[in-house]
T-cell receptor, first 108, second 115 residues
Framework: EDQVTQSPEALRLQEGESSSLNCSYT??????LFWYRQDPGKGPEFLFT???AGEEKEKERLKATLTKKESFLHITAPKPEDSATYLC?????????FGTGTRLTIIP | DTAVSQTPKYLVTQMGNDKSIKCEQN?????MYWYKQDSKKFLKIMFS???????INETVPNRFSPKSPDKAHLNLHINSLELGDSAVYFC??????????????FGAGTRLSVL
């Protein structure tokens, strides 16, 4: 069965302290790796889609990268407003399989 | 204007009752979805519809029945509610079925509590 694993489960950073979140998956045949952000009490909000190993995408302080078996979401000099749960999902057979997310807290 | 709207936002009910959650999208999308997010925040797809046709039906108990009266609406009816149905249910929509172009837009969720 498809599995998407995210680590760490939770991460607390000081404002300005850069770090990376990891998303790994076990089944081959990737048809898109997606990153979403979810704020408390809200639905997930799309951030990035990556399709091939070596691909990178950036948005403000976030950069997503993709290898054959994992993706990283790099957060550079984060601000408190970056606090959220970050979900990754892989696409297969016209559906998304989500990981359980990384809860990121940025302390001012 | 909210792109994907769900009602109600909160739903508290007794075991054995039947309830419905409504979803509407004003994005002009062809595809709509229902997801369940459990207490550990794990988000799992339940159903997807494309132009009112069922595309994905995961291993969901048949107490759950989606209904799509038109491509802008996808409602979820749940019969004989059980304690394990307590979760947050999200509706989503996308312009395409194909994953290569599949940005999904989510509603704010319906928190269902079964007592």
């Amino acid at each position: 069965e498809d599995q998407v694993t995210q680590s760490p489960e939770a991460l607390r950073l000081q404002e300005g302290e850069s770090s990376s979140l990891n998303c790994s998956y076990t089944v081959s045949g990737l048809r898109g790796l997606f990153w979403y952000r979810q704020d408390p009490g809200k639905g997930p909000e799309f951030l990035f889609t990556l399709y091939s190993a070596g691909e990178e995408k950036e948005k403000e302080r976030l950069k997503a990268t993709l290898t054959k078996k994992e993706s990283f979401l790099h957060i550079t000099a984060p601000k408190p407003e970056d606090s959220a749960t970050y979900l990754c999902a892989r696409g297969i057979r016209e559906k998304l399989t989500f990981g359980t997310g990384t809860r990121l807290t940025i302390i001012p | 204007d909210t792109a994907v709207s769900q009602t109600p936002k909160y739903l508290v009910t007794q075991m054995g009752n039947d309830k419905s959650i409504k979803c509407e999208q004003n994005l002009g999308h062809d595809t709509m979805y229902w997801y369940k997010q459990d207490s550990k925040k794990f988000l799992k797809i339940m159903f997807s519809y494309n132009n009112k046709e069922l595309i994905i039906n995961e291993t969901v108990p048949n107490r759950f029945s989606p209904k799509s009266p038109d491509k802008a609406h996808l409602n979820l009816h749940i019969n004989s509610l059980e304690l394990g149905d307590s979760a947050v249910y999200f509706c989503a929509s996308s312009q395409y079925v194909a994953l290569a172009k599949n940005i999904q837009y989510f509603g704010a969720g319906t928190r269902l509590s079964v007592l």
